[in-house]
């Protein structure tokens, strides 16, 4: 659930800020939630930086122009979150593992790379936990799956509970369930923004405006989400109260399933688990 009540977490650098780490960050800059010692952040390109050091209580260098920008960035840190692309994973551990203190704590969120493979390449005194957050973090709606290391602690869980816990949801899952988690709530807004785009499509076919599809579609979505998350009904129970016998919706409704609705989620994600487990064999 998302911070509402004062939170205080340690020091935390962000190895890398593109749009996943900003996300969580947001959630640390709440009023409501304290990091002694500040955040610290690195990013390949000077212009991200700065912007991120424009942030009242970040610190961020520019690995391009500052070679040791990663080392000053981990220098006291508590938690490290490991925000790089994939394949850029093993040179950056290679890089700061010696300069890790122990105790730290070192989060992943690159998809597709195991935790087999940072512990490999980290010291034994320092642990590790794989996450797999949202986009919706961004709004404080995040759902994010986490996975304990061989070396992490019940302490350390409960930290990375409570990091993520500030922009949404947080569910612990054993490590081979991880990637099967991100097919469906890492990819998951991509998969409810396609239904929006197609269902605008199909309403301006209609004859409406893009504007009007928009206001029809959107409100639709949000109202329906909205709905659930205030309902203790199932979607299920929800949507047969929509759906009445022998009328419009249980037509349309009964075209999504002869088109085979389900099965094709079950193809799209196990495409989607496929493409994981080809990114953490490389």
Known sequence: MTATVPTTLPTITFLGAGSMARAVLTGLLKPEVTVTGGIRATNRSTAKAEELAGIDGVTAWATDVDPEANLKA?????????????????????????SLEPGTLVVSVAAGVTIATFEGLLPESV????????????????VTGLSAGTRSTPTDL?????????????????????????TISGSGPAYVFYLIEQLTATAVA??????????????????????????????????RQVTSPSGTT????????????????????????????ELAGH
């Open 74 to 98: 981990i220098a006291g840190a508590r938690i490290v979150i490991v925000a790089v692309k994939p394949p850029m994973v093993p040179d950056l551990l290679a890089e700061i593992a010696d």
């Open 127 to 142: 642990s590790v936990i794989r996450s797999m957050p949202n986009t919706p973090a961004l709004v404080g709606k995040a």
């Open 158 to 182: 409960e930290l990375a509970r409570t990091l993520f816990g500030t922009v949404g949801d947080v569910l612990v899952v054993p490590e081979e369930k991880l990637d099967a988690l991100s």
């Open 206 to 239: 209609k004859g409406f405006t893009p504007e009007e599809a928009a206001v029809m579609v959107n409100g639709t979505f949000h109202g329906a989400t909205s709905l659930l998350a205030a309902s203790a009904l199932s979607p299920t129970e929800l949507r």
């Open 250 to 277: 249980e037509r349309a409704v009964w075209e999504l399933e002869k088109g085979g609705l389900k099965e094709l989620f079950d193809r799209a994600t196990d495409a989607a688990l496929a493409r994981a487990r």
